[in-house]
């Protein structure tokens, strides 16, 4: 268990067995939390125990690489994580907001073939701690951002590697660490968490953390192809997935919204955008059309501008709010996944593409 896992309480206990003082623990964390330091920066505690801290109970946030883009208003970092996984965080700064993207697993099992992370598997799940810990690397990264950004982080979003639903109890436990007052308090209106439809992930959701945001990767809007797009829908078929939406959101009193990768020639046709606009009238839900990114390899490529404007359009005039997500970070592989593969050697699509094309 890394020292990001650790309660205020756990903290005091294992500090107490040290021979420290109680208070010494709200000094370490609050220099882990509400200022994001690492321990040779925590000058208000002795030497000695920050030594200590750094061998017995290490951060485990290794930063192995970090790319910029978009005039330095993005930064991707692949961190290694508890001394083991390996993950994607991407900050993006805008004029009046910064949201980091966290990933939530390392892989996923999910198995969406237009999505890089999807064609790893799933590797493994982060700890709650370990999530939590991506944002306080993330909150170290937005005073980097340049100046016309906020120049702290406002947002988080579990968009990154992973299905974040089908590690709910790490998700969930990270939840409560971001929003601890007395540590980096975000307020959960702030947090956003997205699934390709795992439903019995939705409604407990809807109990355990009411304001936090819910985000439905749908990308298809009849069953046979949202088969082939996202395996999942075999487990929870649209009728499931729609039925978890509107309980959420008549328990939460709040908008879901709709996550739709424009895939050229697959997903991107009128009957789609008809289908869609009906299933978002009924949820009362935000639709975001999201450029697929080029992924090196890939049988499929994103949508073209035109075709996004008339998918759009077709939303629009059925009485949607629609918006196409701004495309950031495509030069430093911002989509999730990418730089993961590239560091560990690159993905095998040719022998992916043959499998698919057999069966």
């Not at 205020?8 to 107490?16: A, G, H, P």
């Not at 910029?68 to 001394?83: F, I, P, Q």
């Not at 959420?248 to 895939?263: F, K």
Request: charged share 25%; with cysteine; proline share 5%.
């Amino acid at each position: 268990m890394g020292v990001y896992d650790l309660s205020i309480e756990q903290l005091t206990e294992r500090l107490v067995s040290w021979g420290e003082p109680a208070f010494r623990a709200r000094q370490v964390h609050d220099g882990l939390w509400r200022r994001a330091a690492v321990y040779e920066e925590m000058t208000d505690v002795p030497a000695a125990l920050r030594q200590r801290l750094a061998a017995e109970l290490p951060l485990g946030v290794e930063l192995l690489e970090e790319r910029e883009a978009d005039g330095g208003r993005t930064r991707k970092g692949l961190l290694r994580l508890g001394g083991r996984h390996v993950v994607e965080t991407v900050v993006i700064g805008y004029r009046d907001r910064v949201t980091v993207c966290i990933s939530s697993q390392v892989g996923c099992a999910m198995g969406c073939g237009f999505c890089a992370t999807g064609q790893m598997g799933l590797l493994g799940n982060l700890t709650a701690g370990e999530i939590a810990a991506e944002v306080v690397w993330a909150r170290r990264a937005a005073v980097r951002l340049p100046g016309f950004t906020p120049g702290r982080l406002t947002n988080v979003v579990f968009m990154g590697m992973g299905e974040p639903l089908s590690n709910y109890r790490h998700v969930s436990g990270a939840i409560v660490r971001l929003t601890d007052p007395r540590g980096i308090g975000l307020g959960a209106r702030h947090l956003t968490v997205s699934t390709v439809g795992v439903v019995p992930g939705i409604r407990r959701l809807a109990v355990d953390h009411p304001q936090v945001g819910l985000a439905v990767s749908l990308h298809a809007a009849d069953d046979a192809l949202r088969d082939e797009l996202v395996p999942a829908n075999r487990l929870w078929p649209l009728a499931a997935v729609e039925g978890a939406v509107a309980a959420w959101r008549d328990a939460t009193h709040r908008r879901p919204s709709i996550e739709w990768a424009m895939i050229q020639g697959v997903n991107d046709d009128d009957r789609q955008a008809s289908l869609l606009a009906r299933i978002a009238l009924r949820l009362r839900a935000h639709v975001n059309l999201i450029p697929m990114n080029p992924i090196p390899g890939s049988p499929w490529r994103g949508s073209d501008p035109a075709r996004i404007e008339g998918f759009s359009s077709t939303l629009r005039r059925a009485g949607v709010n629609a918006t196409v997500r701004d495309t950031r970070g495509r030069e430093i592989e911002a989509a999730c996944g990418q730089l993961k593969w590239e560091f560990e050697g690159g993905p095998e699509w040719n022998r992916i593409s043959a499998t698919r094309s057999a069966t």
